[in-house]
């Protein structure tokens, strides 16, 4: 089992709607969850993090996270053509930050 | 946030030579990562660069390979070594800034981009 599953992409929505990304971890001793955004050619970007049961909202994003089921995610609304990205979870365990997979987002016009 | 510079930005070198990366932050931060970006595929951690002593590597990765300085708390090196083809990949400098609070958040650099032929 990887130790961080994110559902593969790529994930294409017409623009307006809402994109939802998932990830699951398998340390249970993780606490802090962060979300970057990786747009082609570029670094990663940190666009939200999140340390308590819950949801968390920031503008059109918000993080959903249940440490009892091992699951985080990203909603994205009204999804802009310039939210086209790969998304990457990472969750922190040990003091150091484990990236997913990452899933590819493509917003249509 | 932190600034932070790496160098070089890319590079193609020969097999079997060495290249040593080097990331600069505008402030001072408690923690620094180097994470490889090989193509197609998402951030693999290297190594914690620690302060005045041995990096902690991951599994996988060697001292040998890819030895790692930290001579202060805003600078930091990575050589990777005997280079083959296999270690063309995007390596990338990440800190966590000095805030007061432990976030846990990473902020990471440009990326340097080798090629190696």
């Known amino acids: 089992q990887k130790e961080v599953e994110q559902n593969s992409g790529p994930l294409s929505v017409p623009e307006g709607a809402i994109a939802s990304l998932n990830c699951t971890y398998s340390d249970r001793g993780s606490q802090s969850f962060f979300w970057y955004r990786q747009y082609s050619g570029k670094s990663p970007e940190l666009i939200m993090s999140i340390y308590s049961n819950g949801d968390k909202e920031d503008g059109r994003f918000t993080a959903q996270l249940n440490k009892a089921s091992q699951y985080v995610s990203l909603l994205i609304r009204d999804s802009q053509p310039s939210d086209s990205a790969t998304y990457l979870c990472?969750?922190?365990?040990?003091?150091?930050?484990?990236f997913g997979q990452g899933t590819e987002l493509s917003v249509k016009p | 946030s932190a600034v932070i510079s790496q160098k070089p930005s890319r590079d193609i070198c020969q097999r079997g030579t060495s290249l040593t990366i080097q990331c600069q932050v505008d402030?001072?931060?408690?923690?620094m990562f180097w994470y490889r970006q090989q193509p197609g595929q998402s951030l693999t951690l290297i190594a914690t660069?620690?302060?005045?002593?041995?990096?902690?590597?991951e599994s996988g990765f060697v001292i040998d390979k890819f030895p790692i300085s930290r001579p202060n708390l805003t600078f930091s090196t990575l050589t990777v070594s005997n280079m083959s083809p296999e270690d063309s990949s995007i390596y990338l400098c990440s800190v966590e800034p000095l805030t007061g609070t432990n976030t846990g958040e990473l902020f990471f650099g440009e990326g340097s981009r080798l090629t190696v032929l």
């Open positions: 660069a620690n302060q005045g002593s041995e990096a902690t590597y």
């Open positions: 402030s001072q931060v408690t923690m």
């Open positions: 990472a969750p922190q365990g040990g003091g150091k930050l484990i």
